[in-house]
């Protein structure tokens, strides 16, 4: 099984919303981050919102904090990622992915690196129209 799998991508008008899912497998137990990425055509993989789960905190880039929310439950093996208020600048390819990373250095910068993170998902399509 592959360790990460999204879904709930599709089109939405802007302002719409999407809830984007993604199951997290056993392969992912050695880890303890837990992130969501996105990657629009011509530009670089950038950093969404992550968790390290050791502390419970949870790291947003400026881009979709206000707007996205991110979630997890455990008991159903789940992450998620509530996206409102979408803009058109929103549209790209949604990757979560997870990753090690030593608690003295956890911070904003570091959870929303891709560096981070080795395991990645085959990447859901979020499409924003005006």
């Known amino acids: 099984q592959v360790p990460l799998v999204e879904s709930g991508g599709g089109s939405v008008q802007r302002g719409g919303s999407l809830t984007l899912s993604c199951a997290v497998s056993?392969?992912?137990?050695?880890?303890?981050?837990l992130g969501w990425f996105r990657q629009a055509p011509g530009k670089e993989r950038e950093g969404v919102a992550a968790?390290?789960?050791?502390?419970?905190?949870?790291y947003y880039a400026d881009s979709g904090k206000g707007r996205f929310t991110m979630s997890q439950d455990n008991a159903k093996n789940m992450l998620y990622l509530q996206m409102n208020s979408l803009e058109p600048e929103d549209s790209a390819m949604y990757y979560c992915?997870?990753?090690?990373?030593?608690?003295?250095?956890?911070?904003?910068?570091?959870?929303?690196?891709?560096?981070?993170?080795?395991?990645w998902g085959q990447g859901t399509q979020v499409t924003v129209s005006s």
């Open positions: 992915a997870a990753g090690t990373l030593r608690p003295i250095f956890v911070s904003r910068g570091t959870m929303l690196d891709p560096g981070t993170y080795n395991m």
């Open positions: 056993t392969y992912t137990y050695d880890t303890n981050c």
């Open positions: 968790i390290h789960t050791a502390g419970g905190s949870t």
